[in-house]
């Protein structure tokens, strides 16, 4: 069987692994931190950093393909991997979701609704952008940020000065603050056949800037369901993607707002390991692995729950609920804020 090569071995890594196990193909996994979730499961690792040419060659040189777990890899190091075999999902795709500015620019050229946002480059920059989108609003940097970090709140004009602050100089873009009355996420794949399969939009409730539930069916009209998938499948087509996506939505008396898309399998699809016959990982495996897709229909209602830090306590008790199926990453050390694992509480 083929050899797939991910870069990045956190949980997800590790996810993507086991199901290209079960497909009988086997994972290489480059990671340059020590220890990595992924490492337990996977058939090789590379432990070195992304400036190490020599080290993504040889990596390269063993796989028939290279995907990744994670947005923020080094362009140079993916020219190099990419020098030697290709990379799925592609390198437009990465770019685009890898920079909030190129994004939401992309979504509105598609025609779809992003929150109302400017370009930050400093406080002329930011004071304009406060005066076109008013407040309350959002400044987030254009790069790099997650789980809500790199991100400010402005309540007010006054907030401007802090709120750059906080960013330390980065490049931000400052989002015009939606009320939404659910946030949803559609789960997508298209393979390079150009099939593409969608799972049902999932409700994510978020807490302190990190994903705490998503819950399916989520409580939206079907009409927004449809919207919602068909939108999503808009996207990659306009990428030619391969691979899953992860696209995230306000749901607004208005209608659907695009808030950001993920290139990758995602946190608010772990759901599907437990509510589908082919879940997002081995989706995402079959798709850039060029087999056909699981349809992703759903055979039961579950609500997800990630445990982070402390809630790993909570292990013992969950493991004894029937309805309860858990995943852990087998992560040596809790820290506060860290994802230690999933439950998928099956309540249909
Ligand atoms: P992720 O871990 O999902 O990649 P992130 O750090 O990229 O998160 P966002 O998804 O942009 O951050 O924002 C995190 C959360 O903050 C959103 O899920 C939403 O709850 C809230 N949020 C972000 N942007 C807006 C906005 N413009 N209006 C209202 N709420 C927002
Ligand atoms: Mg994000
Ligand atoms: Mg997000």
């Avoid at 991100?151 to 709120?163: K, N």
Wanted: net charge negative.
């Amino acid at each position: 069987g083929a050899t797939i090569g991910i870069l990045g071995g956190g949980q997800l890594g590790r996810m993507l692994s086991v199901a290209a196990a079960r497909l009988g193909l086997r994972t290489h996994i480059y990671e340059p931190g020590a220890n990595p979730p992924a490492a337990d499961v996977a058939h090789a690792v590379t432990t070195a950093d992304y400036t190490d040419t020599d080290a993504l060659r040889a990596f390269a040189q063993s796989v028939d393909l290279v995907t990744y777990e994670f947005e923020n890899i080094p362009t140079a190091a993916l020219d190099t991997v990419e020098a030697i075999v290709p990379i799925h999902p592609n390198r437009r795709a990465l770019g685009t979701s890898q920079d909030r500015l190129t994004e939401k620019t992309f979504l509105q050229e598609l025609g779809l609704t992003v929150a109302p946002f400017a370009d930050v480059t400093d406080a002329a920059a930011l004071e304009a952008a406060i005066a076109q989108i008013g407040t309350p609003a959002i400044l987030k940097t254009r790069r790099f940020g997650y789980d809500g970090k790199g991100q400010a709140r402005l309540t007010s004009p006054d907030d401007a000065a802090s709120a750059l602050d906080s960013l330390a100089g980065a490049p931000a873009v400052l989002e015009g603050f939606v009320s939404f009355t659910a946030e949803i996420s559609v789960i997508a794949a298209r393979n390079p056949q150009g099939d593409i399969a969608c799972y049902d939009p999932g409700e994510n409730v978020h807490r302190d800037g990190i994903l705490h539930t998503t819950t399916v069916p989520a409580n939206i009209p079907a009409r927004l369901r449809t919207d919602a998938v068909l939108l999503a499948a808009r996207i990659l087509n306009a990428l030619d993607y391969v691979g899953v996506m992860g696209v995230e939505l306000f749901v607004t008396p208005q209608g659907l707002i695009v808030n950001e898309i993920a290139p990758r399998v995602h946190n608010s699809g772990h759901w599907t390991q437990n509510g589908c016959t082919v879940d997002q990982f081995e989706q995402h495996i079959r798709a850039i692995a060029g087999w056909p897709l699981g349809d992703g229909s759903r055979h039961t209602d579950i609500t997800m729950e990630n445990l982070i830090g402390d809630d790993m306590d909570r292990v013992p008790d969950l493991a004894k609920d029937p309805k309860c199926a858990l995943h852990l990453y087998g992560k040596a050390d809790t820290k506060p804020g860290r994802k230690m694992g999933h439950v998928n509480r099956v309540t249909g």
